[in-house]
């Protein structure tokens, strides 16, 4: 009986032993799942663990990181503005034209060479005074001053009978600047006055060099001392007021202009001439967008910006703008100009060119202005005030 009673708590004890190694494993693997979920948790993201199997089974662990994210593109490079050009300091206007006098006899020695060597010949005849006269038209003087030319130096030839070089060339010499001469006065008004600044207006047709010659102009007044702003009223030319601007940024001049293309010129010209008087500057220059002096509508709007303009102040100078190759052509052109604006002078462009020299005749008895201003060159100082003396002694060599 008690041999029973131990076998039985045997088989219960073995029984028991194998029952808690079941039920305690699991509990066990479960609780280290949780840690290291729970260890994952707390570090975020790992690298992950994988067995490299390509190597036959090495059992090599590679750790493979998560890529961080790409970093944002960068922004694109906001265009910068061109640099602006190099102040230059211009010399002063004075000595211009005598600086340049060798430029404009090699381009006029043809019209006065040709001039004194008919007047030398030994015999003075019709036919000679007919071909003096064709000389003298052909160099764009005009039909009327030519034969007022040749009749005054027939008189002067028979009254002193000698004909002496010399003398051919002095009587030559005189009878050309009196032809030149003008009572009008050549000097640009641009001093300040009743407190306000001198407003110049530059006029003229497409290809004449007109807002070359607004730029050389500024470089020139402030080689003077003056102070000077520009007015980009040429708007319907879509570089002028660029072209215009970096004139003015070479020599320190501020210039107004418009954003908006095809702006109205009058309103941009009151602008200008409004900051010049705010900011009391000597002269407020502008240039106008070039007129086909045959369309009538471009010639009235010219009439608007000089009516809008002397609503704030008056217009001190009007200067025409002639490219002195176009000879004759030049002429008709100054007619329909001076009918809109009162013209108050002449700026002569490409004299030094195939121009001939006579239309400084032809365009002063034309219009009765003064030419006040020459181009004789494309550099930024080949612009000087015309000087009746230098240009009829470059004329004659």
Do not use: Y
Not at 12 to 37: D, E
Not at 270 to 286: K, T, Y
């Amino acid at each position: 009986m008690i041999e029973i009673i131990i076998l039985i708590v045997v088989v219960a004890l073995v029984l028991l032993g194998v029952g808690g190694t079941m039920l305690l494993r699991p509990r066990g693997m479960h609780g280290v799942r949780r840690s290291r979920n729970r260890e994952l948790d707390l570090t975020g993201s790992m690298p992950s663990v994988t067995e490299d199997r390509d190597t036959g089974g090495s059992g090599t662990a590679t750790a493979t990181a998560t890529a961080p994210p790409a970093p944002p593109a960068p922004r694109p490079a906001e265009p910068t503005a061109p640099p602006r050009p190099a102040l230059e300091k211009p010399p002063p206007s004075a000595g211009r034209m005598v600086r340049l006098r060798a430029r404009l006899a090699r381009s006029q020695s043809g019209f006065g060479s040709a001039l004194l060597s008919l007047l030398s010949r030994d015999r003075l005849d019709d036919d000679t005074w007919d071909e003096i006269e064709e000389v003298l038209i052909t160099a764009d003087v005009g039909v009327t001053p030519a034969r007022q030319i040749v009749s005054d130096l027939r008189t002067q030839v028979k009254v002193e009978g000698t004909r002496t070089p010399d003398e051919v060339k002095g009587l030559l010499r005189a009878e050309l600047l009196n032809q030149v001469h003008t009572e009008a006065p050549r000097t640009l008004r641009t001093q300040r006055h009743e407190g306000r600044p001198a407003v110049i207006l530059v006029v003229g047709v497409n290809g004449t060099g007109k807002t070359t010659t607004c730029g050389k102009l500024a470089r020139s007044l402030v080689g003077d001392g003056e102070t000077v702003l520009l007015g980009a009223a040429d708007t319907f030319r879509a570089a002028a007021a660029d072209q215009l601007q970096t004139w003015g940024e070479r020599v320190g001049a501020e210039t107004v202009r418009s954003d908006k293309e095809q702006a109205d010129p009058a309103s941009v010209a009151f602008d200008a001439v409004s900051a010049g008087i705010e900011q009391e500057v000597d002269v407020v220059l502008i240039d106008t967008a070039g007129r086909l002096h045959t369309k009538n509508d471009l010639m009235d709007e010219l009439g608007k910006v000089k009516r809008v303009i002397e609503k704030r102040t008056a217009i001190d100078e009007v200067l025409l703008v002639l490219d002195a190759t176009t000879g004759q052509n030049g002429l008709r052109q100054a007619r329909v100009f001076a009918e809109v604006v009162d013209v108050t002078g002449i700026v002569l462009t490409k004299l030094d060119g195939t121009a001939k020299g006579g239309i400084v005749i032809a365009v002063q008895r034309e219009l009765g202005v003064p030419v006040k201003l020459v181009g004789l060159g494309e550099g930024p100082d080949d612009l000087a005030p015309f000087d009746p003396e230098t240009f009829v002694d470059a004329i004659l060599g």
